[in-house]
């Protein structure tokens, strides 16, 4: 197909690059890699620098400094006098619906929305001792202090069931082992993921990477989850730009829908289900909003949300570790593109929620394909789009906006994307798409 009749596409001699495996291809075997194994390019591999300290209450946290701002941090104490963490979460099992839900009561006492001059991932001062230590940083990740899962987790449910009948595991508990972390993308309270810089966005890459080869490692840990809420409208109970990450004890039950569709579209065909709708998405064109050497990103065909893109490698990898370098360096511009491009639809801030889906640690990794969902509840300017009846009780999305509108409207806004073009001049990488 001629990019000249699709302007967002890369350009022919970029997409033949990419068919001769002009990225990726050196990185090691993608699919049969278990994370946390060795990877050449692994925690902070491309110039990050860790360290991992503790805090007042035993939590962990570990700063991921670039080379430029390269600092001792061993020396930094955490002043404050915190009691010791015992967070505690429970696990219930829905039998109805064969899923676990984590009963995290202590949440309830979690900071909601402080005052600027509070903000707990701001760097601490003179005035503020906050959850960071350090005057200044560039990422940070440490455990959340508001847990839903803890690898300190046991089982506290207390309530009585042993008047009913329970042989058949109607009232099954489990502790609810995992862990939760916090990333801080930035010290600057008042950015946003939107705006930071391609080698920032680098950077929080490898620490997702570090803390998804880490956490695998644990064997409580099946599954890894790296997300951002963004935006008070998402329920973000802080301000300051900064993510997630959950290492869950089980398999998620979205996770496990995919893997079953994926299974059963490989028995039948013998094909990947995901590298299958890339390929086509990739044909068809009307969907693709952002294309590049290794990433493609598309207004899924089914869109459930009014402002939804999902972004793929082009090449078939379980999780982020198994990124080469080349793809990490392609991700960070093509990632700041999608948003930049989701964020100029609207003439009003933009709540969304973007997710990692990755494989799971031990199972199906020859199924799962690494991708990002990223998607609004924004419809219009001071509209939102709320879960109510059908979504929320049946799970049953409307969606008010056709797929193909979405993604020509995220075609034809203008963002500022010079940055990113410069980037990818300097990385020598291959031209950065062709863009309107
Ligand atoms: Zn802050």
Redesign the pocket.
């Known amino acids: 197909m001629p990019a000249s009749g699709r302007p967002w596409l890369v350009a022919q001699s970029d997409r033949e690059r990419q068919a001769a495996g002009g990225c990726g291809g050196t990185g090691r075997s993608p699919v049969n890699a278990r994370p946390g194994h060795g990877s050449a390019a692994g925690a902070a591999g491309s110039g990050a620098h860790k360290t991992n300290t503790v805090l007042a209450d035993g939590r962990e946290l570990i700063y991921f400094d670039e080379p430029a701002n390269h600092a001792d941090r061993t020396k930094i104490l955490d002043r404050r006098v915190l009691p010791t963490s015992h967070p505690s979460s429970t696990l219930r099992l829905d039998r109805i619906l064969d899923e676990w839900v984590a009963i995290a009561g202590h949440r309830q006492t979690r900071t909601y929305l402080p005052p600027?001059s509070e903000?707990?991932?701001?760097p601490s001062n003179s005035t503020h001792l906050?959850e960071i230590p350090a005057t200044d940083y560039d990422v940070v990740v440490f455990e959340n202090r508001f847990p839903s899962f803890s690898l300190g987790s046991w089982v506290i449910d207390e309530v009585d069931n042993s008047g009913a009948n329970n042989d058949d595991g109607l009232f099954t508990t489990e502790p609810g082992f995992g862990r939760c972390e916090v990333v801080c993308f930035t010290?600057d309270?008042d950015a946003a993921f939107s705006s930071l810089t391609p080698a920032r966005v680098r950077t929080v890459i490898d620490a997702w990477v570090d803390r998804t080869e880490e956490l695998s490692r644990n064997p409580k840990i099946e599954q890894v989850f790296c997300f951002e809420n963004r935006g008070e409208e998402i329920g973000v109970t802080?301000?300051?730009p900064h993510g997630q990450i959950y290492g869950y004890p089980y398999i998620t039950p979205r996770t496990k829908q995919m893997l079953a569709s994926a299974r059963t579209h490989a028995d039948a065909t013998g094909r990947n289900l995901f590298a299958d709708v890339v390929t086509a998405e990739t044909q068809s064109g009307e969907r693709v909003v952002v294309q590049s050497s290794c990433w493609t990103a598309f207004v899924p065909f089914a869109a459930r949300w009014p402002l939804e893109v999902h972004l793929y490698p082009n090449r078939q990898v379980p999780d982020l570790p198994s990124l080469t370098e080349e793809e990490r360096a392609d991700l960070s511009r093509v990632y700041l593109e999608v948003l930049r491009r989701m964020e100029a639809v609207y003439d009003d801030s933009l709540p969304y929620i973007a997710a990692w889906h990755q494989a799971p640690v031990r199972v199906d990794r020859d199924l799962a394909y690494l991708h990002l969902e990223v998607f609004s509840i924004r419809r219009a300017p001071g509209k939102l789009k709320y879960l109510a009846g059908s979504e929320s009780a049946m799970g049953a999305f409307v969606n008010d906006v056709l797929p193909e509108e979405a993604a020509k409207l995220l075609r034809s806004v203008t963002p500022d994307i010079a940055d990113l073009i410069a980037d990818a001049e300097e990385y020598g990488a291959a031209q950065y798409g062709q863009l309107p």
Do not use: A, F, R, V
């Open positions: 600027d903000c707990p991932l701001c906050s010290s309270h802080l301000s300051h």
